[in-house]
Nanobody, 121 residues
């Protein structure tokens, strides 16, 4: 069974930094695009950043220049380095894999359970 497990969330002061990790485990041959989404209370889930298997990235305008997404294909892990955090970055952050080849089966739109990030003084 394939799982995505996030870690690295927590409480940080405005201007601070956090690094989120998402490790995929199970019978995995290929993970295609991986991304980070977030959902604040009362708001819809939104894309924060995504990275293709080849390393192409895209970011939400609200995080450009502050957040950096990266991945280690050998470890089936994606990271999100978050700098200059603002209170409006407070949300539950979710890891996503758009498609995973597991054995001979493609798994689509796979999600982790989320990790809370709170930016507050």
């Amino acid at each position: 069974q394939v799982q995505l497990v996030e870690s690295g969330g927590g409480l940080v002061q405005p201007g601070g930094s956090l690094r989120l990790s998402c490790a995929a485990s199970g019978r995995i041959f290929i993970i295609y695009t991986m991304g980070w989404y977030r959902q604040a209370p009362g708001k819809q889930r939104e894309l924060v950043a995504a990275i293709t298997r080849g390393g192409n990235t895209n970011y939400a305008d609200s995080v450009k220049g502050r957040f950096t997404i990266s991945r280690d294909n050998a470890k089936n892990t994606v990271y999100l380095q978050m700098n200059s955090l603002k209170p409006e970055d407070t949300a539950v952050y979710y890891c996503n894999a758009d498609k995973i080849l597991s054995g001979s089966t493609y798994l689509n739109d796979y999600w982790g359970q989320g990790t809370q990030v709170t930016v507050s003084s």
